[in-house]
């Protein structure tokens, strides 16, 4: 039975060693600095309920992207999309008073 060069055990070692320094050593810390968030809503009432519950997850500009003059039916699927798909902290009471605001704002105006 053949065995191994030495040169291809030590290179095997060699490996085997800097791998356990490599997972030993601490991982530095990874700082990633986002953009300030530039965009704001329109002014209106409801402004703030949408503001504090549509910023926990996106920043307005995806609401300002949204294709203009939508009816207020659309902005509560939305609204409703984001808290049953997307697991949005809306509370129930809000999601109605949000789509209205939303569809002023945004939408149909109706």
């Known amino acids: ?4 060069p030495l040169a291809a055990k030590a290179g095997i070692a060699m490996s085997a060693t800097l791998l356990v320094v490599a997972f030993a ?7 990633i600095d986002l953009p300030a968030d530039t965009s ?3 002014s209106g009432p409801g ?6 519950q549509c910023a926990t997850c996106h920043s ?3 609401i300002n992207t949204q294709p203009p003059g939508k009816p207020l039916a659309f902005w509560k699927a939305e609204v409703e ?6 697991g949005a902290p809306i509370p129930d009471d809000q999601i109605e008073p949000i789509a209205q605001y939303l569809a002023r704002a945004y939408g149909d105006g109706k």
């Open 25 to 31: 050593l601490p991982a530095a810390a990874l700082r």
């Open 47 to 52: 402004e703030e309920a949408a503001a504090a």
């Open 81 to 86: 999309k984001m808290k049953k798909v997307y």
């Open 1 to 4: 039975m053949s065995h191994p």
């Open 40 to 42: 704001k809503l329109k």
């Open 60 to 62: 307005f500009d995806y």
